[in-house]
């Protein structure tokens, strides 16, 4: 694990677009995306009153470019449309 986070630039880490699908990229650059869904979660969970907040990792057979991470409301619908803003500024 400590492998894959040493090549991440913290200083200048990469943009990511948060949309329906979530985070969205290539594997690699994966790792700056679960940290930010990790804090996303926590602030979406304190705005909920401290409801459970899900974390789905999605890939498939898809292209490598598709493999993402996403919020999941405690309603069990995707992440409001106005926190996606949120999720990008992380």
């Known amino acids: 694990m400590l492998a894959l986070l040493a090549p991440v630039d913290r200083e200048n880490p990469p943009k990511l677009a948060y949309g ?27 705005e909920k009153g401290g409801a459970a907040v899900g974390v789905m990792i999605t890939a498939s057979h898809n292209p490598v470019q598709d493999n993402g991470v996403k919020i999941v409301d405690p309603t069990g619908a995707m992440l409001a449309a106005d926190w996606e803003p949120k999720a990008e500024a992380l």
Do not use: P
Not at 20 to 46: K, Q, Y
């Open 20 to 46: 329906t699908a979530g985070f969205r990229t290539e594997a690699s650059r994966l790792i700056v995306a679960m940290e930010r869904v990790g804090m996303l979660a926590g602030a979406r969970s304190a």
